[in-house]
DNA sequence: GACGAGTTGTAGAACGTTCTCCATATAACG
DNA sequence: CGTTATATGGAGAACGTTCTACAACTCGTC
């Protein structure tokens, strides 16, 4: 028994660039100039070593890539996988990056700022290039300290004023104001918001912001000083309750303004169950526009904020970052309505518009 | 302007492995042992250094880390993030790695060959210790050469067969004999299965191995020798159209077996939409027990595989491999049926399970 | 009091890139 | 022909870990 016999695991001998470089007969140095396209390298030599990289199905390791200089991996962490308006946001940024050299990698926090933090600080370790953070709970000074280290921009994440990361959001303000007009131009006054109850809800979230917005265009239309604002557990038992709760509340209003698709299309299913016909009792409005929203069986009017736009706005702004922006970017997408069924009788199919 | 000012980047100067041995008076070798409690540290070196960690906050290097040994990081690979059914495998993943040391990064290849092969190349590049795929495209052959480079398991793909990887499925021909069951039991006769037409469909797809389970139980029934099987598009206008069509047919079945809930639930919809009661007209079951069939306003029967406990099953299989086990193993799950109302009109709420 | 066995710590070579200098070759110009 | 600029290629030091050898030290034990 020699010590050649303690097997190496599965040395499956990797393509380096050391291969590379023995089998075009150049130096190292060469080579990594070649992949990066840097400054100084003849077109006979780049010739003889892409050919070599296609003849030995070169890939750079991006371990390694990541230890000296880029890895081309940015990283995406999604607070929730179950929201229907996050696939849309990673579907905007691979849109984006398919072209390009970088890939992405994303990350799943569950909502827990624990988990939220420690997949940040991996991400850093993995010396991604970038990061898009997707409804981020932190809040925005531990975000800024991370910016030092990495480029960030946030999405659904309302603070105009960090200078050291980008934001990108749809208004969420002005969506929610977008929502209650249209419920006052369809004639109701008795009108509610039914939004998120967070354990630790900062004012930078979307919720807040489509409170804000419902205030203000509640305020505006002559609806009292401090509308009605009924806050909906997120955990299932008592989410449900909590919907019942509401739809045989004695004073419920005529119409309620969901902060989510989410507990919208929760609330309109539990409203058929008891009785409470829609639009008739009670009209029903939500944010995001979901696919499901779009179903005939479900027909919810909807704020349409394009998740797919955000996160393509997002990956672009973070690509210029990358590539040396230093100012901070704070960018608004306007959202716009999608009347259906669940608002009035006659908004059917139709999507009307509105800036 | 001496060479010194040429501003260096964001030089944070990073906490290594470096300045945890020299805060700690030891040398590097003796904290990376402690790191990856190896053996040959005493009880009071081990203190002295966990003590620098903590007084440092020092995070090691994933990227350094996989350059050399393990990354402690294991791939997801999905193939399309909008399918319902997928949220819950990556949470059955997250809480089987949440107490162990591992994380998951998780990349979506939109059911593109090409973008599947990049991604667990790029897997591979970024050394991680082990790769879920859930659902992949790519022929057997193919894995099994990756295998041969990184641990993998994958879920939704039916090849018991396969001794370079280990597989997690449900029993999808059962799932199917369930459901063809289930309407025979409510006395329909004139059953037929709607599909997806894939363009590349193999047989180990968890779709053919329905159809298979359906021909079976059909068969077995006494109900013809070639079932009927419609393949609907997967891509959104051609999809509706070929359901449209189906739904106005002159020879329309009773009952119809969906391959999945979100075909089924759109079919539903275009149902009510075209004037096709259900169950009453046509019986409808679906696959995935997704949470929009729960919906009262849904109520669509549909069999249940717990992508939840499939996640859960794939990463400690995967966690026993990268420790070490080399012969395969492949692991069935028993679905069972969730009965509703678009079985029949008493299904409703009692979700009745059969093995 | 020499020798093996066991224990604890360290030096230093990988790992596969990037990137800063530096060396050489060629061109341009007086 | 000498001098200077410019283009091209290469050497070799990082980057932050892991891990194999090996050194040093402590005990028994003969």
């Known amino acids: 028994m020699s010590i050649e016999d303690k097997q190496r695991p599965q040395r499956t001998d990797r393509v380096t660039i050391r291969t590379v470089a023995a089998h075009a007969?150049?130096?190292?140095?060469?080579?990594?100039?070649?992949?990066?396209?840097?400054?100084?390298?003849?077109?006979?030599?780049?010739?003889?070593?892409?050919?070599?990289?296609?003849a030995l199905a070169y890939r750079?390791?991006?371990?390694?890539?990541?230890?000296?200089?880029?890895?081309?991996?940015?990283?995406?962490?999604?607070?929730?996988?179950r929201n229907p308006f996050l696939p849309e946001v990673i579907a905007g940024v691979n849109g984006v990056l398919a072209p390009s050299h970088y890939q992405a990698m994303i990350g799943v926090s569950d909502a827990r700022v624990q988990l939220e933090t420690s997949l940040i600080e991996s991400m850093i370790d993995y010396k991604m290039d970038g990061l898009i953070l997707v409804a981020p709970r932190l809040p925005s000074e531990i975000l800024a300290k991370f910016a030092v280290q990495i480029p960030i921009v946030a999405v659904g994440y309302h603070d105009a004023s960090a200078t050291a990361f980008d934001t990108v959001n749809a208004d969420d303000q002005r969506g929610?104001?977008?929502?209650?007009?249209?419920?006052?131009?369809?004639?109701?006054?008795?009108?509610?918001m039914l939004s998120l109850g967070e354990r630790q809800?900062?004012?930078?979230?979307?919720?807040?912001?489509?409170?804000?917005?419902?205030?203000?265009?509640?305020?505006?239309?002559g609806l009292g000083s401090s509308p009605a604002i009924s806050k909906i557990p997120i955990a299932s038992p008592k989410r449900e309750e909590a919907m019942r709760k509401f739809l045989s509340r004695k004073d419920r209003p005529r119409a309620v303004f969901c902060w989510s698709d989410l507990d919208a299309i929760t609330l309109l299913s539990l409203a058929m169950e008891m009785g409470v016909r829609v639009p008739d009792d009670l009209a029903v409005i939500g944010y995001d526009n979901?696919?499901?929203?779009?179903?005939?069986?479900?027909?919810?009017?909807?704020?349409?904020?394009?998740?797919?736009?955000?996160?393509?706005?997002?990956?672009?702004?973070?690509?210029?970052?990358?590539?040396?922006?230093?100012?901070?970017?704070?960018i608004f997408q306007i959202p716009s309505l999608v009347s259906r069924n669940s608002l009035t009788r006659s908004g059917s199919g139709t999507d009307m518009k509105q800036g």
Chains 1, 2 share one sequence.
């Open 290 to 330: 979901s696919p499901t929203a779009a179903l005939g069986l479900v027909n919810l009017a909807s704020i349409d904020q394009s998740g797919r736009e955000l996160g393509q706005v997002a990956t672009r702004a973070l690509i210029s970052r990358i590539e040396g922006r230093t100012a901070s970017e704070h």
């Open 176 to 192: 929610a104001e977008i929502a209650v007009e249209a419920l006052l131009a369809c004639g109701y006054r008795d009108i509610e």
């Open 25 to 54: 007969g150049v130096s190292v140095a060469a080579v990594s100039k070649v992949m990066r396209n840097a400054y100084g390298v003849s077109d006979a030599l780049r010739a003889r070593v892409t050919d070599a990289i296609e």
């Open 201 to 221: 809800g900062h004012a930078v979230s979307v919720v807040r912001q489509r409170e804000i917005g419902f205030r203000r265009a509640m305020q505006r239309g």
């Open 60 to 81: 750079p390791s991006r371990a390694a890539r990541g230890l000296r200089g880029r890895s081309f991996t940015i990283g995406v962490l999604l607070i929730d996988i």
